[in-house]
């Protein structure tokens, strides 16, 4: 299987994912729900996101070599309180971004962009929803591919 492509090559690359992006962050002041949550994030913050999202789906390790990894993303997330219909919100702008924005919309890559999001947005709300004091342990950075991510653990 070394001929499939990561679903950053298959997206495109660097440039469609920054212009997904950089296109959703366009619309998040105007957005109800997300314009608060996002109101303080730095000018670069939707280049970071870019960059992290870019690494988990197969591209260039930039976020871990020049932000900190998957730990200081979850530091970013600390104390945030994200409440479940912003997460939802957060998705649904994002996936109607993604179909404006031309980003493949095969049945295989849907699922898979599909489920990450929800995966990582799922864990951003858990994060957020702890101390901007917890300590967070280095971790390994998420690779997400095609397939599905496995069961939960049962002891």
Do not use: C
């Not at 929800?118 to 101390?131: C, D, K, M, T």
């Not at 998420?142 to 599905?148: A, E, N, Q, R, S």
Request: hydrophobic share 40%.
């Amino acid at each position: 299987m070394a001929d499939v492509p990561t679903l950053y090559r298959w997206l495109g690359g660097g440039e469609p994912l920054r212009a997904l992006i950089t296109r959703f962050y366009e619309k998040v002041p105007a957005d109800p729900l997300l314009a608060p949550l996002f109101a303080a994030m730095p000018p670069e913050h939707f280049q970071h996101v870019a960059s992290f999202i870019a690494e988990v789906l197969g591209g260039p390790a930039a976020y871990s070599q020049q932000h900190g990894g998957h730990a200081a993303m979850v530091r970013h997330h600390l104390g945030r309180n994200i409440r479940e219909d912003q997460r939802k919100r957060w998705v649904a702008l994002l996936l109607e971004t993604a179909d404006e924005q031309g980003l493949p919309d095969d049945p295989e890559f849907r699922s898979a962009l599909v489920a990450y999001l929800e995966w990582g947005s799922r864990l951003a709300v858990i994060n957020s929803a702890l101390a901007e004091t917890t300590e967070v342990a280095e971790s390994p950075m998420p690779k997400w591919g095609w397939g599905v991510p496995g069961g939960p653990y049962q002891p």
